[in-house]
């Protein structure tokens, strides 16, 4: 079973930036493939990024390109996601979350970071 | 593409609900549609992957459905128990993007 354990709450400056991580476990490294999906209080989920580390993929939703990267080390089995030139827009939580192998349906989920911008 | 939810529904214990997901932009048949459920301060959990599959451990009230006259995917709950009152979600994708509804808030009332 693959379990996703992501670092802890952050706070931060308007401006800032912050790095979330996402340890996985339970399964092959070669077969995930990390999607970050954040919400906001109150609001639904938002999907911002993905990374699939076999083929070195990265795909970015348009409202985050200019602020995202998402990486993988796959030393570590762990992904990560930093935003840049942070708002108190992006306050949120942030989750990781993978499809199992051959699927793309998000049954794997991290506990989630909650982010919190604010001067 | 968009994908569209009603904001809420409501429905009596014992009861049924449909809840639909219309995808503008595309055919909806064109890649499979996933239903998570999500309750206050937890992470979502798939109750219907792959348009109609259930995974284990979710009761067989749950059942998915696309229709392509009305290009949209339906989460269908039947027998209402209150534990069913949560947030609801459909997803999608197309090759670079991932699409989630805006989701629906279910009250088993």
């Known amino acids: 079973q693959v379990q996703l354990v992501q670092s802890g709450a952050e706070v931060k400056k308007p401006g800032s930036s912050v790095r979330v991580s996402c340890k996985a476990s339970g399964g092959t490294f070669s077969s995930y493939a990390f999607s970050w999906v954040r919400q906001a209080p109150g609001q639904g989920l938002e999907w911002m990024g993905r990374i699939i580390p076999i083929v070195n993929l990265v795909n970015y939703a348009q409202n985050f390109q200019d602020r995202i990267t998402i990486s993988a080390d796959e030393s570590t089995t762990t992904a990560y996601m930093e935003l840049i030139s942070l708002k108190s827009e992006d306050t949120a939580i942030y989750y990781c979350t993978t499809p199992p192998a051959h699927s793309t349906s998000f049954d794997y989920w991290g506990q989630g970071t909650p982010v919190t911008v604010s001067s | 593409f968009i994908l569209t939810q009603p904001h809420s529904v409501s429905e009596s214990p014992g009861k049924t609900v449909t809840i639909s997901c219309t995808r503008s932009g595309g055919s909806i048949a064109s890649n499979y549609v996933h239903w998570y459920q999500q309750r206050p301060g937890s992470a979502p959990t798939t109750v219907i992957y792959?348009?109609?599959?259930?995974p284990s451990g979710v009761p067989d009230r749950f059942s998915g459905s696309i229709d392509s006259s009305s290009n949209s995917a339906s989460l269908t709950i039947s027998g209402l128990k209150t534990e069913d009152e949560a947030d609801y979600y459909c997803h999608s994708s197309d090759p670079s993007n991932q699409v989630f509804g805006g989701g629906t808030k279910l009250s088993v009332l």
């Open positions: 792959e348009d109609n599959q259930r």
